[in-house]
């Protein structure tokens, strides 16, 4: 993906560090630091609960979650919604572990990316007769 | 006279069928007539006879041109605009057919594109959901909108029961996943169970394009259904709108015979000249704004033969269905129909045959299904079997049809259309 345009990922390093390994092993530790002071774990959300999803993109991503997976996000919403209102976090033991906070929404926006940027190329695509 | 007539012409009937070989196990067959386009087919015997789930396999068809590991779906559908070629697919009860037509030369590409979906389709669950569920449910509504479709899927429920029985369309809320999808096309996807036809199209120049392209497909076992057995029943279906339809009907099991070609074309009541009457002991006892249509569908291994009979009125059906029934006994009693009657009706049914291979999709599915069941025949053979038709043969292999528990369905007014002791079978 390229990284200067405004996908619905936004800019990210994460793959040219994670390419070099002595800079991955450097910076991760720093990553799950930030991620735990980041306080979106503490209200039972995971990473891509907060990408904003009010995109074409996302939005169709969205929809090509498996059932089970779109209702444990709108689950997730509650519950963090619900700790806003009250302004506190959740209890520690139901704070979302860091191995549960997988990237569950994001190949399914690539893939939405993917199939926009190849409709784009085909829309635009110059023909060369043989 | 006109047998003599027949004979003489055996030379200009002698005509060159495509011959059959196999490459990676594939069937191949190809026909060249020099046509400035070709046609490519893959034949799959996968059609809804073999469903594990109901609407599986319309589902699987839907699914055609859809991402593979290749191209994506867009990718296909804008490929193809750009050569000018139209991709389609189609489903019977036996088969799963998709076609590919274009300009001859681009051979290539066309072919890549049918071997794409066997060896590498996706199957993923958003195109299931995003685009190929709304047309299955578009196609079954715009099926179920039609009586004498309806009355057809029905016929086959209530004469076949399971296998043939199973209806082509899905059910509008099938509830089939892409894992039904998958599980069903690994199995329709094994070699021994493909035939490519071609059409416009050098065997040779096929058979190499089939083994490069085809080489990775599976050799898994082949989706299973049991033999025919014909049953036989009632049903009665009411629709508000459309014609009033009713269909009676026969069916065998076992090879279709040829003497049922003969009776439908005896009974055919449309006409060799527009907006004539044909000579047909039905067309003359039609009531005016009705018709009837003799149904033939022969299949691997059972046959349903039947008389579909549609009007405006429940009267005038009634009427029609009357006639229809009478003239079907009639012919079936012995020397119902005369020597003279039963010639007519040979010659007319070697013309059916004739041109039903005449055309691209006609020759297509014949050959196609010729192809997978492993008995080639050709033109030729089926003309022999009609000529050898006797007014005996003829006699006892109707008699022993209409003996068979009738299939009648009526779809419409079912308060007012004819139930089937009314009409005398």
């Excluded at chain 2, 005509?15 to 007539?33: E, N």
């Excluded at chain 2, 789930?53 to 296909?76: D, E, I």
């Amino acid at each position: 993906m390229n990284i200067f345009k405004a996908g619905p990922l936004g800019p990210s390093l994460a793959p040219r560090i994670r390419r070099s390994k002595s800079l991955f092993r450097w910076i991760k530790p720093l990553a799950e630091w930030y991620a735990n002071i980041a306080g979106y774990r503490q209200m039972g959300l995971r990473y891509d609960d907060l990408i904003v999803e009010e995109r074409p993109d996302v939005k169709k991503a969205i929809s090509r979650l498996p059932a089970k997976e779109a209702y444990d996000r709108e689950y997730r919403f509650r519950l963090a919604s619900q700790c806003s209102i009250v302004h506190k976090s959740l209890p520690k033991e139901q704070w979302v572990k860091p191995e549960d906070d997988v990237r569950y929404l994001t190949p399914h926006i690539e893939e939405v990316v993917k199939e926009d940027q190849e409709r784009e190329k085909w829309d635009t695509i110059a023909v060369e007769r043989k | 006279m006109l047998a003599a007539r027949a004979t003489t012409r055996t030379v200009l009937r002698v005509r060159k069928f495509a011959t059959a070989v196999d490459a990676a196990g594939v069937k191949v067959a190809a026909i060249d007539h020099g046509q400035p386009t070709s046609s490519v087919t893959v034949l799959l015997k996968a059609g809804s006879r073999y469903d594990t789930k109901h609407g599986v396999a319309h589902v699987l068809k839907n699914f055609a041109f859809k991402s593979t590991n290749k191209r994506s779906a867009l990718g296909t559908v804008r490929e193809a605009e750009l050569y000018g070629g139209v991709l389609s697919s189609s489903l019977t009860r036996e088969h799963v057919a998709l076609t590919a037509e274009f300009l001859r030369g681009d051979e290539q590409f066309f072919v890549d594109v049918l071997a794409s979906y066997i060896t590498s389709s996706k199957f993923t669950p958003w195109e299931l959901n995003e685009t190929v569920l709304p047309v299955v449910e578009a196609e079954t509504h715009a099926a179920q909108s039609d009586n004498a479709a309806r009355a057809i899927e029905l016929a086959h429920a209530a004469a076949f029961r399971k296998g043939l029985g199973f209806s082509v369309l899905a059910p509008t809320h099938s509830g089939i996943t892409s894992d039904d999808v998958q599980a069903f096309a690994a199995s329709a996807f094994s070699r021994g169970n493909i035939a490519v036809v071609g059409t416009g199209i050098d065997q040779g120049l096929l058979t190499k394009l089939v083994e490069q392209n085809f080489s990775s497909a599976t050799a898994s076992s082949a989706p299973t259904t049991s033999p025919s057995k014909y049953f036989g029943g009632d049903t009665r279906v009411a629709s508000q709108d459309g014609v009033q339809t009713v269909f009676i009907g026969f069916g065998t099991s076992g090879a279709p015979s040829p003497e049922l070609a003969v009776l439908a074309a005896h009974l055919s009541p449309k006409p060799a000249l527009k907006w004539s009457k044909g000579t047909s002991p039905l067309a003359t006892a039609l009531p005016p704004q009705t018709s009837v249509q003799t149904v033939l569908l022969p299949y691997s291994d059972a046959t349903l033969f039947g008389l579909l009979v549609q009007g405006a009125t429940v009267e005038g059906v009634r009427e029609a269905s009357k006639a229809a029934a009478k003239a079907l006994k009639d012919a079936a009693a012995t020397g119902g129909v005369k020597a003279d009657d039963l010639k007519k009706a040979i010659a007319k049914a070697k013309f059916t045959a004739a041109n039903a291979v005449e055309d691209r999709d006609g020759f297509i599915s014949t050959v196609g299904s010729q192809l997978l069941s492993g008995s080639p025949s050709s033109l030729d053979s089926v003309f022999t079997a009609l000529d050898k038709i006797e007014s005996a043969a003829f006699a006892k292999a109707t008699s022993s049809l209409v003996k068979s528990t009738p299939t009648f369905v009526a779809v419409g007014d079912i308060y007012g259309l004819p139930h089937r002791d009314e009409i005398g079978i």
